[in-house]
Structure formats: C-alpha cells, structure tokens
C-alpha cells in the first residue's frame, strides 16, 4: 500500500511539473490536460508491476480472460475518447464559411465591376457611333439616346460606386484599421491619428501608399510611433489590390474639418 502512495505521488509530482511546462510553453489547455492524464497513466502502470503474479492458466478458462480483458480495454478506450472534447462539424463549417464569405463576395464584386467596365467600353462606343451617323445625317440615334436607348448611360454605374464604397468600409472593419484609428468617434483603443478629416489632406492613391507602405507618410506630432513602426506593414500580403483603392477611395470620402487628424509628412 505504501508503494502505491508512493508511485501516486511521485505520478502527481511529475504530472504537475509537465502541466507547468505546457502551460509556461502556452500549449492548449487540452494538451496540458493529455500531459496530465499520461502521467497518471504512468503511475498506474508502474503500480501494476508491483502487483502479484498472476498464476499460469490455460484452456478455456485464458480465452475468456483474454477477451474480458479486450472488452474492458476497448470499454476504457471508446469511454475515455468520447470524454474529450467533441467537434461538431456543422459548427466548423460556419466558422469557415464566416472567413470565406468576405472573400466570394470580394470575387464578386470583381466580377461586376469587369462586367461594369465592359458595359461603360460598350457605351463609349455606341456613343462615337452616333456621333458617326449623326455627322452622316441622320438623326435616329439621338432619338434612340432619348429614349433611354443603349446611348443613355448606364444606371447601374451609380450603384457599383456605392457598393464599392461599401467594400472599402468592410476592408476598414475587415482588416481592423479600427483598432488604432478613431473614425466617426469609433474605435482607436492604442492610439493612432484620428482620419475623420484624413482627405483634406491625401488623394486616394496618397492613402493607398500609405496603407501599403507605412512609412511612406508620418502623422504630424506621431514621430516616436512612426520610428517604432506601429502601424503595421502588413497590408500590402495581407489584401488585395482591389481591396486597398476601395478603402482608400472610401477614406478619400473623409473630410470631416471639426476633427484634429495630424497633417501627414511626405517620408518616401
Ligand atoms: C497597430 C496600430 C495601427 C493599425 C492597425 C493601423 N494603423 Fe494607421 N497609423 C498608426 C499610427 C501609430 C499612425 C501614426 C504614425 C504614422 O504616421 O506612421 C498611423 C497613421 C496612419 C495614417 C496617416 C494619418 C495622418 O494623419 O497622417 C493613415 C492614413 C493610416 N494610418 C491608415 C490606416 C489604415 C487604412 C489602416 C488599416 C488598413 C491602419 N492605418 C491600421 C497605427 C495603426
């Protein structure tokens, strides 16, 4: 009995220690609690060995044996695995579908926009071509532009703009520019420059450079961020080209004047 406490202890003691070192290595709780469990496991087989013989058997009487014991060790197994954590797939599949959806829609998008600059080049033509017939005498294609014909122009470019605008307020949340900037009194928890008026004074594609190559502007008053390189240069793998003209088209929206945002330095 004495050694069984003992080979207890002595299991507790090195199971501790493994469930200190995982933890102090920031492994999964999981595993710390696998560690654990094979300690323990140790510690029982250990205490077997000191268990008495068992006398010699055979015939019958060692088969039956041999296939209690499978059935308790199966027993064991499938009980012991199904107590661990379970995952449901369904779930997974949501999780995954949350991260791919941004993306589809991204594709999407790109395809309307491509369908978008075809239909503008189809437009552009027919309207070089009525210009063409109309220099020729007649006059049926400005009657056709009238009446709403394929000269008028596209109704739907409108729309397109505002769904683009839309994707580069996504890329804000998206990609969480928020964190650090405060945009329309929201967000900027580690304090970066507030953008509300960011537009007064960088072009579209001045905010592009920005956000693909930090260190290409400073913030006025931010010199000691802007030598720590605390805003990220991560943006240019992490997005798209696509995704970067739409948040920076949506920031070159921004030109709220009440708002103190610093006056960016020309760095590169
Ligand atoms: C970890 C914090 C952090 C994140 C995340 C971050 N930034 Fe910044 N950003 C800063 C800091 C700090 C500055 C000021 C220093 C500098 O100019 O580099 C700055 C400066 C800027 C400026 C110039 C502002 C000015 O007035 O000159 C723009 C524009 C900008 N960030 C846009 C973005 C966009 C867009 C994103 C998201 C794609 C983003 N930032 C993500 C920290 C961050």
């Known amino acids: 009995m004495g050694n069984v406490i003992k080979k207890l202890v002595i299991g507790?003691?090195?199971g501790g220690a493994l469930v200190g070192f995982t933890r102090a290595f920031e492994?999964?709780?999981?595993?710390?609690?696998?560690?654990?469990?094979?300690?323990?496991?140790?510690?029982?087989?250990?205490?077997i060995l000191d268990a008495p013989a068992v006398k010699p058997m055979s015939g019958i009487k060692s088969v039956?044996?041999?296939?209690?014991?499978?059935?308790?060790?199966?027993?064991?197994?499938?009980?012991?695995?199904?107590?661990?954590?379970?995952?449901?797939?369904e779930d997974e599949k949501g999780k995954i579908e949350k991260i791919l959806k941004p993306k589809r829609a991204a594709t999407e998008q790109g395809k309307a926009d491509e369908l978008i600059a075809r239909a503008k080049a189809l437009d552009e033509q027919v309207k070089v071509l009525s210009a063409r017939l109309k220099d020729l005498g007649g006059d049926q294609a400005t009657k056709d532009q009238a009446a709403g014909g394929p000269g008028a122009p596209p109704a739907t470019?409108?729309?397109?703009?505002?769904?683009?605008?839309?994707?580069?307020?996504?890329?804000?949340?998206?990609?969480?520019?928020?964190?650090?900037?405060?945009?329309?009194?929201?967000?900027?928890?580690?304090?970066?420059?507030?953008?509300?008026?960011?537009?007064?004074?960088?072009?579209?594609?001045e905010i592009k450079q920005k956000i693909l190559d930090p260190k290409s502007f400073m913030a006025e008053g931010f010199e000691k961020e802007y030598e720590k390189g605390k805003m990220p240069d991560k943006y240019k793998d992490l997005m798209e080209e696509k995704d970067v003209v739409a948040l920076a088209s949506w920031l070159g929206t921004?030109?709220?004047?009440?708002?103190?945002?610093?006056?960016?330095?020309k760095k590169k």
Not at 64 to 89: E, R
Not at 254 to 265: E, G, L, Q, R
């Open 12 to 14: 507790l003691v090195v």
């Open 27 to 47: 492994f999964p709780v999981i595993f710390q609690m696998m560690f654990f469990a094979y300690a323990m496991l140790g510690a029982v087989v250990f205490m």
């Open 64 to 89: 039956a044996v041999l296939v209690a014991f499978y059935i308790v060790l199966c027993t064991v197994y499938i009980s012991g695995a199904s107590m661990w954590p379970q995952y449901d797939p």
């Open 157 to 205: 470019t409108a729309a397109a703009a505002g769904d683009f605008m839309k994707l580069g307020e996504e890329q804000w949340q998206l990609q969480e520019c928020y964190n650090c900037h405060k945009l329309k009194g929201e967000g900027g928890k580690k304090r970066g420059p507030e953008l509300d008026n960011i537009a007064s004074y960088l072009s579209v594609d």
């Open 254 to 265: 921004f030109k709220n004047t009440s708002v103190a945002t610093p006056k960016p330095i």
